[in-house]
């Protein structure tokens, strides 16, 4: 590694040495998804793809609320073993310790909801927090307690959709479509763009 590549932060006594791309990592407010009313079986599909979603468009975890799925758990797990991270999965915890938790470290929240106000005025707030953020999505019928404790609650249009179709265009616009030139870590396989056919190039560890 070149010295360009290392950032030196002196914290009294102690010098700490980073990879220029692991400090900046370090210093991005984390982007953390919150899954509300996920019922195990009949949600599965959906849930899962919320977390890959969530992972392929650049935010670090998905907390599945009240209701531990270790399938979902291990089928993000192994995508992510296999295609890269950082990106976690957790499943079962109750929803108000999630938020509870998330206030203790001083994070923001959003919710997205049809009934929120339009994603495209609320985003210039959102972006100017550069505290870490908890992306509410639900299922079914949401809590009303969620829309007293959201920070922002955004609407992607004021029509009814899908959480999953809400959280991607919520991520691209919230990232500014640099969510193309993502770069995932420890990847064992990576897919190569092509114009005809399908081709995964294997990587070395
Ligand atoms: C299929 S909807 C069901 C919502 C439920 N009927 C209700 O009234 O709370 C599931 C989730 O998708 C998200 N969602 C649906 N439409 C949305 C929209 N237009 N804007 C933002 N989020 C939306 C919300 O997070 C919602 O909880």
């Known amino acids: 590694m070149s010295v360009d590549d290392l950032i030196f932060v002196v ?9 220029a791309k692991r400090f900046l990592e370090d210093r991005m407010p984390k982007v953390v998804i919150l899954r509300i009313g996920h019922r195990v079986f009949r949600d599965s599909r959906v849930t899962t793809h919320v977390c890959l979603t969530a992972r392929a468009l650049g935010a670090d975890q ?3 609320a009240d209701h531990e799925d270790k399938v979902v758990e291990s089928t993000i797990r192994d995508v992510t073993n296999r295609f890269g991270g950082p990106f976690d999965v957790q499943s079962g915890k109750p929803w108000k310790q999630a ?10 929240i959003v919710h997205l909801t049809a009934y929120g106000l339009p994603l495209p005025k609320t985003l210039p707030e959102i972006q100017d927090t550069d505290k870490d953020l908890l ?8 809590p009303g307690e969620i829309f007293k404790v959201a920070d922002w609650n955004v609407s992607v249009t004021n029509q009814p959709m899908s959480e999953v179709a809400a959280l991607a265009i919520f991520l691209d616009w919230f990232k500014q479509h640099r969510e ?3 770069e995932f870590s420890k990847a064992r ?4 763009p092509s114009r005809s056919g399908k081709e995964i190039q294997q990587l070395s560890a």
Not at 135 to 142: A, D, I, N
């Open 11 to 19: 914290s009294d006594d102690l010098i700490y040495t980073y990879s």
């Open 180 to 182: 193309f030139g993502h």
């Open 62 to 64: 998905v907390i599945i």
């Open 135 to 142: 992306v509410v999505v639900g299922s079914e019928k949401m």
């Open 99 to 108: 938020i509870r938790d998330w206030r203790a470290i001083g994070g923001r």
């Open 189 to 192: 396989v990576q897919i190569v």
